[in-house]
Structure formats: C-alpha cells, structure tokens
C-alpha cells in the first residue's frame, strides 16, 4: 500500500536551514506529483510547495516562496524540502502527500504522510 515517511524535522534557530525528505513506496513514484503542506500549532492546513512527476515544474506559496525548494528524486523515490531563512511562523507539523496524476492540481489528498515538526526557537 501507499506509504510515504517525512524525516528531517526538529529543532532549528530562527533564520536557520532545513531540509526535510519524504520517501514513498508502494506507488510508482515518478508518475506521481508530490505536495508538502504544514499545520502550525492551532490552525489550520495550508499549502507549501508542489512539483510536478518529473520534477519540470513547482509551484509554491506566497509565503514560502524564495525561501524554501521542493524537489525529488525519483530514482530514490524521495521528495525533498530545503527551508532556508526560517522563522517563528514557520514552527509546524509538516506532511508530505501523493498527488493522483503527473500534474500539479489542488484537490483532495488521499494519501498522506504522519507528519515530521519543524520548531523554530531561539
């Protein structure tokens, strides 16, 4: 069955890296876009990057954009995050999700990681 496992989370300073990994199995990973959202501590689920089967194109949110990368490797099958510049608002559980079709399109996610927290404290 579809399982895909966050790492890389933990403890970070403001204004420090990180960079999350996501490895899927149980699908054919290349065929497949892939999302990273986060839920900060008391609200709700928002996006934070997508990027297509192939790894051609990315999309992100406003508020991510210019600090953090989505990318992947699909012969590895492992979808990856790198958080630059972060800060306090950025403390939140981040999950790694399958996309249904090759190309980025928002709609329901039917499968999702467990999770890995990200805490940004000095």
């Known amino acids: 069955q579809v399982q895909l496992v966050e790492s890389g989370g933990g403890l970070v300073q403001p204004g420090g890296s990180l960079r999350l990994s996501c490895e899927g199995s149980?699908?054919?990973?290349?065929?497949?876009?892939m999302y990273w959202y986060r839920q900060p501590p008391g609200k709700e689920r928002e996006l934070v990057a997508a990027?297509?089967?192939?790894?051609?194109?990315?999309d992100y949110a406003d508020s991510m954009k210019g600090r953090f990368t989505i990318s992947r490797n699909n012969p590895r099958n492992t979808l990856y995050l790198e958080m630059n510049s972060l800060e306090s608002e950025d403390t939140a559980m981040y999950y790694c999700?399958?996309?249904?079709?090759?190309?980025?399109?928002?709609?329901?996610?039917?499968?999702w990681g467990k999770g890995t927290l990200v805490t940004v404290s000095s």
């Open positions: 999700a399958k996309g249904e079709r090759p190309g980025i399109v928002y709609s329901s996610i039917k499968y």
């Open positions: 990027i297509t089967s192939g790894g051609g194109l990315t």
């Open positions: 149980g699908f054919d990973f290349s065929s497949y876009s």
